[in-house]
């Protein structure tokens, strides 16, 4: 699973220069709160499916349209973000991303390289999609780091070229 600061960082990187950071900070904030459901003791839960998603989101969509429908594209652009984590834990590990249509959690393995040889290079990709019963189970302890050393790094990246970027064209 992608860590919280990777779910975080990749909306912020590619909103924050088009949308300025408070928005950037809006969007990548909703883009976490699918794991929200560790709180609870169950990841993968019903918070991991695009179908529940969308469907608990559709309200507030709906308001935003009715009572400030200039903020409509923001709500929307929301919707994307809160909809993208469930996406990149997709490709990660088993995610039940079309729950309750679909009684497996599924996982979309990618695989690739380039073999280097005499003859050129020869590039080598495999997919694979794999699936599993869902079963949202309690946990006793998470297996899965808040944030690892490769993922610090990159956040810290996605985050502050992002913010050097709107400082420097005073987009806040």
């Known amino acids: ?3 919280p600061a990777m779910h975080f960082s990749i909306i912020f990187a590619l909103t924050a220069p ?4 408070r928005r950037a900070l809006l969007l990548s904030s909703i883009a976490l709160v699918p794991d929200l459901d560790v ?3 169950v990841h993968r839960s019903m918070s991991h499916s ?14 935003v349209y009715r009572f400030k429908p200039g903020y409509f594209r923001l709500a929307a ?4 973000a809160l909809l993208s984590h469930i996406v990149m834990d997709f490709f990660q590990t ?4 079309l729950y309750p249509i679909l009684d497996s959690s599924l996982w979309v393995e990618v695989n690739g390289g380039v073999q280097i040889s005499p003859s050129g290079l020869r590039p080598q990709v495999s997919a694979d999609v794999k699936h599993v019963p869902t079963t949202f189970k309690p946990f006793e302890v998470i297996d899965a780091p808040v944030f ?3 993922g610090f790094l990159v956040s810290l990246v996605l985050t502050a070229i992002p913010l050097i970027i709107c400082v420097k ?3 806040f």
Do not use: N
Not at 18 to 21: C, E, F, I, Q, S
Not at 94 to 97: E, F
């Open 77 to 80: 652009l929301g919707l994307l």
């Open 18 to 21: 088009r949308l300025g950071v």
């Open 39 to 41: 709180l609870m003791h």
């Open 1 to 3: 699973m992608p860590e």
């Open 169 to 171: 064209d005073k987009k």
């Open 94 to 97: 088993y995610t039940p991303i």
């Open 50 to 63: 695009i179908i529940v998603l969308t469907l608990a989101y559709t309200p507030i969509l709906l308001a």
């Open 148 to 150: 690892t050393s490769d």
